[in-house]
């Protein structure tokens, strides 16, 4: 059976992945993450200004690396725009910055549209996706679940009527409030991850592109015991590192690329490589690349070198790692490119359209 999608998600989607159909995207969405590494190099508040500089420093860099720019729309698309190259696609947020904890259980989390903002004025932005995060553990309380999931259907549901493509990226928490940066937590990761992927594949969400955690941490990884970011104690070993890759893939229903989460460049690469050889579509991934760029900042001088140096070589490497990554149209959802037809809704559908 042939899979059907609208011209303007098919479109908008093949912008994002470049020719060969793998999506090497970068993500310069960061807010409140980016205004305190900012204050962290300045010793002083981070003003909005200051923000917006460092973004378009970071966008006009190294944005033709990529086959897609992730950014915000109250930071970085009013600068930055024009530093886009014109074959690169655009994706904007369109959740707050964070999380808030009204009306859920203690140490859980709920996302917020960003105020002011909607699915008509990105549109009108000229963007080619949507991109929504969400906090999510599968355990949380019946509120916290009930409320994440039913912001993704709505916006889902408001993609679908602009035939815009719905990118969702999800991230695990512990429900304790520890470090998701422990032996424990490392455990518990690779069924969190995957259980969220089984949901959040469901058809009512409307989502298109999954943005995912790896599932599992190199970090408590056997193999990596003498690499510079190992914990010096072990949750899996390699082998069962790409078995829950395949799992992920088995349960995902639509194509999926990598997040970085922050981790330093050299886990993120082993990270694309693992995932890229086990189903995943490529990645979407920001700090990994260019956050040793920010400590430099007011300098502009210096940030602009560590960008068009180190940061471009991350990124090249970033790229050279997902070589054989599935390309978007021949995950199982789709099946190859001869097997997509348009979704022409009828004889006159132009005139829907």
């Known amino acids: 059976m042939p899979v059907t999608i609208s011209g303007g998600k098919l479109r908008r989607i093949t912008r994002l992945a470049g020719e060969n159909g793998r999506f090497r995207m970068m993500a310069a969405d960061q807010r409140g993450s980016m205004q305190k590494a ?63 904890d009204d009306g859920v259980g203690e140490n859980e989390r709920a996302s917020v549209q960003i105020v002011n903002w909607d699915i008509e004025k990105a549109i009108r932005s000229g963007i080619d996706a949507i991109k929504l995060l969400i906090y999510y553990h599968p355990d949380a309380s019946l509120n916290a679940c009930n409320h994440q999931q039913n912001f993704t259907k709505y916006v889902g549901e408001q993609c679908e009527k602009f035939d815009l493509p719905f990118l969702l990226e999800f991230v695990c928490y512990s429900l304790d409030g520890e470090s998701t940066n422990s032996l424990e937590f490392a455990k518990q990761k690779p069924d ?25 941490n190199l970090k408590f990884t056997e193999e990596y015991k003498d690499w510079d970011f190992y914990a010096g104690e072990s949750a ?107 979704d022409k809704k009828g004889e006159n559908w132009y005139e829907i359209y």
């Not at 981070?46 to 720019?69: C, D, P, W």
């Not at 969190?192 to 599932?215: A, Q």
């Not at 194509?255 to 082993?270: H, K, N, Q, T, Y």
Request: aromatic letters at 10%; one cysteine or more; glycine letters at 6%.
């Open 38 to 100: 900012i204050a962290s190099a300045t010793g002083k508040e981070a003003t909005y200004e200051q923000v917006a500089e460092m973004k378009t420093l970071i966008t006009r860099t190294l944005s033709s690396n990529s086959t897609a720019v992730l950014t915000d729309p109250i930071f970085g698309y009013p600068y930055s725009i024009m530093d886009i190259p014109r074959d690169v696609g655009l994706l904007l947020a369109f959740e707050e910055s964070g999380y808030v």
């Open 192 to 216: 969190l991850v995957i259980r969220s992927v089984e949901e959040f594949t469901k058809p009512e969400y409307k989502v298109d592109i999954l943005k995912v955690e790896f599932p599992a």
């Open 236 to 342: 899996y070993t390699l082998s069962e590192v790409e078995e829950f890759c395949q799992d992920l893939d088995a349960k995902s229903t639509l194509p999926w690329v990598i997040l970085s989460a922050g981790v330093d460049i050299e886990e993120f690469i082993e990270n694309v490589k693992i995932s890229s050889a086990n189903g995943a579509s490529g990645f979407l991934c920001g700090r990994a690349i260019w956050k040793d760029a920010v400590p430099l900042y007011p300098d502009k001088d210096a940030v602009t070198k560590f960008l068009l140096g180190e940061a471009t070589v991350n990124f090249e490497n970033s790229n050279a790692a997902v070589s054989n990554a599935t390309p978007w149209f021949n995950h199982k959802r789709f099946g190859g490119l001869k097997n997509i037809e348009l």
